[in-house]
């Protein structure tokens, strides 16, 4: 732009001595005679509107290009001023990231945290299926139970059959086992233990159990289980009747 400027300004200092030039030379022309005088004046008259319409023409020209650098020169700082929002939007960015390192170890934690937390919940859903068998067998037993006081005459807690151990991890509130009433003169012995009923876990093997798995018996060993319990007092009796 400086280069343009500088050009145009000689360009018009070269202009303006050419008309100081001519203008003496206009000044030094004797005088003409009277008649050839309006010949002259016509003659300096179209120089005159030439060299005119030529310094108006140079003189937009130079208004255009004034004009142009102008625009020019507001762009360039409008842009200057973008990159130097971008340059500080992406210094503040940097902060940001290279401030968050102590965050991470925070969100580390907490994804364990959550971790833990959807495997334990996996574990009692796991879980849940046993819980409602559990159930459906201390109701059977239970109902078992009921049906054998009834017609036999001596009394069954409800929940587990005696000489079947409680699960492991479950209090004997929960499943409904209480002992086992003592013989009373006159009425038929309790049953004796079955072969093959699980005995009671002592201390460390409930503790031991509930860290093991658990196999939870199935609805044919509980049925079998609760046949041979009572056909117990009906083959005691026909013992002693027969050793009378």
């Given at each position: 732009v400086k280069m343009e400027l500088k050009q145009i300004r000689d360009s018009m200092v070269a202009m303006d001595q050419r008309l100081d030039q001519l203008l003496t030379h206009?000044?030094?022309?004797?005088?003409?005679?009277?008649?050839?005088?309006?010949?002259?004046?016509?003659?300096?008259?179209?120089?005159?509107?030439?060299?005119?319409q030529q310094w108006g023409q140079e003189i937009r020209t130079l208004k255009q290009e004034l004009h142009q650098t102008i625009l020019a020169h507001n762009h360039n700082a409008d842009l200057?001023?973008?990159h130097k929002d971008t340059?500080?939007?992406?210094?503040?960015?940097?902060?940001?990231?290279?401030?968050?390192?102590?965050?991470?170890?925070?969100?580390?934690l907490q994804l364990q945290r959550l971790d833990a937390r959807l495997k334990q919940q996996q574990k009692q859903r796991k879980l849940e299926p046993f819980f409602e068998r559990l159930t459906a067998l201390e109701m059977r037993v239970a109902s078992g139970g009921l049906s054998g006081q009834a017609w036999r005459g001596y009394g069954m807690t409800p929940g587990a059959p005696p000489g079947m151990a409680a699960p492991p991890g479950i209090s004997a509130a929960v499943t409904g086992v209480v002992a086992a009433p003592k013989a009373v003169t006159g009425v038929v012995a309790a049953p004796k233990a079955v072969t093959g009923v699980v005995a009671a876990p002592k201390a460390g093997a409930a503790s031991k159990g509930d860290k093991a798995a658990y196999r939870c018996?199935?609805?044919?060993?509980?049925?079998?289980?609760?046949?041979?319990?009572?056909?117990?007092?009906?083959?005691?009796a026909k013992a002693e009747e027969a050793s009378a």
């Amino acid at each position: 732009v400086k280069m343009e400027l500088k050009q145009i300004r000689d360009s018009m200092v070269a202009m303006d001595q050419r008309l100081d030039q001519l203008l003496t030379h206009l000044d030094g022309v004797p005088a003409p005679s009277p008649p050839e005088t309006s010949l002259n004046a016509e003659a300096v008259g179209q120089l005159l509107s030439k060299i005119e319409q030529q310094w108006g023409q140079e003189i937009r020209t130079l208004k255009q290009e004034l004009h142009q650098t102008i625009l020019a020169h507001n762009h360039n700082a409008d842009l200057i001023k973008h990159h130097k929002d971008t340059i500080d939007a992406l210094r503040e960015r940097c902060a940001k990231l290279q401030g968050g390192g102590a965050k991470t170890s925070e969100i580390q934690l907490q994804l364990q945290r959550l971790d833990a937390r959807l495997k334990q919940q996996q574990k009692q859903r796991k879980l849940e299926p046993f819980f409602e068998r559990l159930t459906a067998l201390e109701m059977r037993v239970a109902s078992g139970g009921l049906s054998g006081q009834a017609w036999r005459g001596y009394g069954m807690t409800p929940g587990a059959p005696p000489g079947m151990a409680a699960p492991p991890g479950i209090s004997a509130a929960v499943t409904g086992v209480v002992a086992a009433p003592k013989a009373v003169t006159g009425v038929v012995a309790a049953p004796k233990a079955v072969t093959g009923v699980v005995a009671a876990p002592k201390a460390g093997a409930a503790s031991k159990g509930d860290k093991a798995a658990y196999r939870c018996p199935t609805d044919e060993e509980v049925a079998a289980r609760l046949s041979k319990l009572s056909m117990g007092p009906a083959a005691d009796a026909k013992a002693e009747e027969a050793s009378a």
